[in-house]
């Protein structure tokens, strides 16, 4: 089975700062899928990004981007210029064949 | 296109009752996923349909749970009878085919609590 992990259970940043959520996760797998996904208090799950592992190159998505390192099966989403809207629990998740597996999420606030 | 809809958005119930939680996915949309979400837990797959045949029910807790997908456009979660450690939100998400890299697409959630 595949498992993810984010180990930073809370975070927070000040507006217009950049932060960096972590993520890891554990396969045997070569090609795999990989997302964050959003979700704020409204509680609707919103996919921020995604990230082929057969990419070497790191997805980005405005304000988003990925730092992508697949030896060390690292996912780690970079947020710039954070914006009061970007308050919300995070999940990566991990892909593979239509399955999905999520992390336990990291609460991330932008203070004002 | 209206999304992935869920029904009802919040239900209390007592225990013992029988809960039954409704989703419509998104139309073409081939596979279908629920998830539960608790602070303890965080987001648990519960089971999932491809073709509205379920593939995988393994993270469904235990006989009070079933789920059932009777044709593509409609899939039940029930519970019976409930106990108050089922009180969660769930989730419903579909997945369209094709892509190997489409996302899936979620509800907006049932947020369930068991007196």
Redesign the interface.
Known sequence: AQTVTQSQPEMSVQEAETVTLSCTYDTSENNY?L?W?KQPP??????VI?Q?AYKQQNATENRFSVNFQKAAKSFSLKISDSQLGDTAMY?CAF?K?????????TSLTVIP | DAGVIQSPRHEVTEMGQEVTLRCKPISGHNSLFWYRQTMMRGLELLIYFNNNVPIDDSGMPEDRFSAKMPNASFSTLKIQPSEPRDSAVYFCASRPSGAPYNEQFFGPGTRLTVL
């Not at chain 1, 409204?42 to 996919?47: A, E, K, P, V």
């Open positions: 899928y997302f996904y409204s509680r609707q799950m919103i996919l995604r082929e999940f892909m064949l239509g399955q999905f597996y999520f992390g336990t999420g």
